[in-house]
Every structure is written in structure tokens, then in C-alpha cells.
């Protein structure tokens, strides 16, 4: 390979990393805590409904 080739490697992801890094004013901020919860309910209801029905 020469030196004047561009292998796409680590620089084709640049773009990726910079639009996934920025911040939208308007998208929905929902705290982790807020999600763990939900899945720990969601799967306690998951087990409580499997043994009442």
C-alpha cells in the first residue's frame, strides 16, 4: 500500500462519532436511573403474569 492511499479505516468513522456526540435540544432526556427501573417492573410484571395465567 502507498502512502497516498486512504484505507478508510479509522477516519471514515470520524463523522459517526461526531453526529452521534452531539447533543439535540430537542430530543426526550430520560435519566438511567428511570430506565433501569422501568425494565426491573416491566420484567417483575413479565414473571407475575407467566405464574397468573
Do not use: C
Amino acid at each position: 500500500m502507498s502512502k497516498g492511499e486512504n484505507s478508510g479505516g479509522l477516519m471514515s468513522s470520524a463523522g459517526l462519532v461526531r453526529y452521534f456526540d452531539a447533543e439535540d435540544r430537542n430530543a426526550i432526556k430520560i435519566d438511567p436511573k428511570t430506565v433501569v427501573a422501568f425494565g426491573v417492573f416491566f420484567g417483575a410484571l413479565v414473571m407475575v403474569l407467566r405464574v397468573a395465567l
